[in-house]
């Protein structure tokens, strides 16, 4: 009995204390429980800043302004009439809705590349796949009920995509839509007066990435964008949302893991309608790690600059005095030849990297996809090219190493090669002259396919190939970016049981021998190649990233952890080597690179004659199916103590010598800088070289 009137009493002052809350005083309780309700907000962390090798900035950040939207407490009517409210300020001051809805820019159509998307979206979005645009935009207008505002369809439109992206986000009283982004200052002050009309915007101040050069090392650099659906799939537990922006493309991607920050978030306390009454930040905000390159800004613009002037007077005639069109396209490196470290990397045509931050327009997009010159290709790392004769010295130092030929041992060029599919030296074909008796310095020096076809027919074609992989050629060098090719090594077959291709013939072999054939690799191998030759014989692992440091506790990285975090990102894990090459054997082949450009007769003289920096190079002309052949330069300075080595080439810049003005300034530049370095020791920043943003 006792139990039973316990039950009794706790049910009677249950009821009582909910009858108290409910009828007597449930409407104070609603006012008061709308009124304050509690919600978080995430604020964005800035990502790192990258630098270039002293301290020039090359991203950073800076401060703008998006247009969030919460789903609150009102009508749809009145929900619809703020919202066009919002579509008139931004229209007003030439800022745009930020949406995902497949509408072009003219708002009168869709933006899919083709109809197999169309197709895939209306299924995906429940529509007959059958409906036109208009048809399609009708049925979001009844959806949205939009049907007053027909005087001005576009702004109907707009709506739409607003509603829809605000939607496709999931938006609630607690969790907001990114519907605008990076608006006007006139499109904040405006907002900011008026958004109490207009329910359940909020204008949230934003870190924006940056790039304060433009398009220069824009596919080293790389970009950021609104992280994809696929993307967030893979990462969404490690702090990231549906808005966030990442890394897509460069150092920017490759090392996301380490410029992201950690959001912070802060409480707001708000009514039914989303006003804020307060805010407590909970978490703070920590930018992300800033990033140093080996890069020297100077010399990369000096590159980048070499390479487009380059490309103009071949085009236009200036250059060499007669037009080579179709030179449209073309890649340089710089690599410091101890360290392995990239000094300048640039690939042209390039393109703007700031114009892709945030998201770009389908029909933007579609056009730099679509360019047939690719210049989102970063042609340094994924440019595969035949390096022509400028393979030549690989093929000597092979024949040298393998004891089938020696330094002084001098061959009698007959012009017309008596073996194979009897091939001609260039200089035959030219002139109907040939090279009389010369060693391999006087061969490389002259170019002379006969004295290379006649090394490449004593070693054969699995020397060629072993030698090839000794310098790394045919392998990714794992720079630490995504995209790197492997490249081709002519007689390989990584299938087959002897690692050689078959069938395979002496004519085959031969024009292996002068780079041509199969053989086809990126500027950055070829540019470690030369840097080999360059340093004595070792096989450096080539390197972008100088640091990575914690601005907030000044901790760095080590660089042990950088290198397993880049094997582990690109997949490859490249040994460094010392390949024991004879110093004889590297001399003469040094030798025979200094006679290119310094003296009469080498196929760069003409160039690098006045200069007074000791270059050692090599040209090379290599044929390509349409249009006229690719020029390529390979190089290193000063010869007789060499600090870094140099690889341009131009698609259809007709030969190598004109390779070589790309080359030239770069040169020129670098030992100014050197110079420059010897005199003033103290770390270089941005004010101390007089480089202005």
């Known amino acids: 009995m006792i139990l039973y009137f316990i039950v009794i009493v706790i049910s009677v002052v249950f009821i009582a204390t909910l009858f108290n809350l409910q009828i007597i005083n449930g409407k104070e309780y609603r006012e008061k429980s709308e009124k304050r ?87 995906e979005a429940k529509l007959d796949e059958n409906l036109s645009f208009d048809q399609v935009i009708d049925s979001y207008i009844k959806k949205y009920e939009l049907e007053e505002y027909s005087a001005n369809r576009k702004n109907q439109i707009k709506i739409i995509q607003i509603k829809y992206e605000a939607n496709l986000n999931g938006y609630s009283l607690f969790n907001s839509a990114t519907i605008a982004k990076d608006i006007s200052q006139n499109s904040v002050a405006k907002l900011s007066e008026e958004k109490y009309k207009i329910y359940g915007i909020n204008i949230v101040s934003v870190p924006k990435r940056y790039y304060p050069n433009g398009t220069l090392l824009s596919h080293t650099i790389g970009y950021v964008s609104k992280i994809g659906s696929t993307e967030y799939d893979k990462v969404k537990d490690e702090g990231y949302t549906l808005n966030s922006i990442v890394g897509k493309a460069g150092i920017e991607q490759s090392f996301e893991k380490y410029l992201k920050g950690t959001d912070g978030v802060v409480k707001q306390e708000t009514d039914g309608l989303g006003n804020i009454s307060s805010q407590t930040e909970t978490t703070e905000a920590k930018s992300g790690n800033n990033v140093t390159l080996t890069i020297d800004y100077r010399l990369q613009k000096v590159s980048e600059e070499a390479l487009l002037n380059t490309i103009n007077g071949l085009q236009n005639g200036s250059l060499v005095g007669k037009k080579f069109s179709d030179a449209n396209a073309g890649a340089v490196v710089v690599l410091d030849v101890e360290s392995g470290e990239v000094l300048a990397s640039a690939s042209y045509p390039t393109y703007d990297i700031n114009s892709l931050i945030g998201g770009i327009s389908v029909t933007d997009w579609n056009n730099l996809q679509n360019d047939p010159l690719r210049p989102m290709l970063n042609r340094v790392i994924s440019g595969i090219y035949s390096p022509g004769s400028t393979y030549k010295m690989l093929v000597g130092m092979a024949g040298l190493m393998n004891g089938k030929i020696t330094v002084d041992e001098k061959y009698l060029d007959p012009g017309i090669y008596p073996y194979g599919y009897n091939p001609k030296c260039w200089l035959y074909t030219d002139r109907h002259m040939t090279h009389g008796w010369i060693n391999i310095e006087g061969a490389i020096k002259g170019s002379c396919n006969c004295y290379f076809y006649e090394v490449g027919r004593r070693i054969g074609i699995a020397e060629i190939v072993k030698y090839s992989k000794l310098f790394g050629l045919g392998e990714k060098t794992g720079i630490e970016l995504s995209g790197e090719v492997a490249g081709t090594i002519a007689g390989a077959d990584p299938n087959s049981e002897d690692g050689l291709k078959s069938p395979w013939y002496l004519g085959d072999t031969l024009s292996a021998a002068i780079g041509q054939s199969e053989n086809s690799y990126t500027p950055i191998q070829l540019a470690n190649y030369i840097s080999t030759i360059a340093n004595g014989g070792r096989l450096n692992k080539v390197s972008l990233i100088k640091s990575i440091e914690n601005e907030v506790d000044g901790t760095s990285v080590s660089l042990d952890e950088i290198e397993k975090y880049s094997s582990e990102y690109t997949g490859v894990n490249f040994e460094e080597r010392n390949l024991n090459i004879n110093s004889e054997y590297i001399d003469a082949i040094k030798k025979g690179m200094l006679s290119v450009t310094s003296q009469t007769g080498g196929t760069s003289y003409i160039i690098f004659k006045n200069s007074n920096i000791q270059v050692a190079g090599k040209t090379g002309t290599a044929q390509v199916p349409d249009g006229n052949n690719n020029g390529i330069f390979v190089g290193f300075a000063p010869y007789d103590n060499p600090k870094i080595a140099v690889v341009a080439v131009i698609q259809h810049g007709g030969e190598g010598t004109y390779t070589a003005n790309v080359v030239k300034p770069i040169m020129e530049e670098y030992f100014n800088i050197d110079k420059e370095a010897r005199q003033n020791e103290k770390p270089q920043n941005v004010s101390e070289q007089n480089i202005k943003f």
Do not use: C, H
Not at 70 to 83: A, F, P
């Open 37 to 123: 309700m509690l919600r978080t907000q995430t604020v964005t962390a800035p990502r790192g800043e990258i630098y270039d090798r002293n301290g020039v900035i090359l991203a950073t950040n800076k401060l703008s302004y998006d247009v969030t939207l919460y789903k609150v407490r009102v009508d749809t009517k009145t929900q619809n009439d703020g919202i066009l409210r919002l579509v008139e300020i931004l229209n007003e001051n030439s800022d745009k809705v930020y949406s995902t809805f497949p509408v072009n820019d003219n708002l009168d159509g869709f933006n899919f590349e083709n109809k197999e998307e169309e197709i895939k979206w209306k299924k």
